[in-house]
């Protein structure tokens, strides 16, 4: 059975970690253009893409549209449960998934799918968890890390080059 869909945390695994505030309350989120890259390929490969996110911002749901993410969800509290709807809408099980995470929030979601990969910075609990604890930090380069291992895995390489030449 193939992935044919990847979820994606946000905070900590998509960006650093770091919620900035600007002194009139705004807050700022940076986020990997290698990330980017990588997330964008994968929906030209035909896969999809879902954000499941515990907290809720205007610039998360900004960087969703801008890479073209159909399925993105915020404020979520529960997101075995979000992605169990998803999968049901798209008709698809767990065994089709593939999941990034950092954190205690994570834990189920990143159980319940069939390859769990967390960034190097991840919390030891979800890394005792985890098909792979990847080389790179959340934010950079973690997703696309995990990207080009599943292109590797799912033998999508020529596929996955074939989009840049």
Partial sequence: MSIELIVLDVDGTMTDGKIVYTQNGDELKSFSVKDGLAIASWIKLGKKVAIITGRSSKIVE???????????YQGVHKKKERLEEILKELNLTMDN??????DLNDYTMLSASKYAYVPADASVYVKNIATEVLSSNGGEGAVREMIE?????????????????
């Fill in 62 to 72: 900004n960087r969703a549209t801008e890479l073209g993410i159909q399925h993105f």
């Fill in 97 to 102: 998934v593939a999941s990034i995470g950092d």
């Fill in 149 to 165: 291992k599943l292109i590797i895995l799912e033998n999508l390489e020529e596929s996955y080059l074939a989009l840049w030449q």
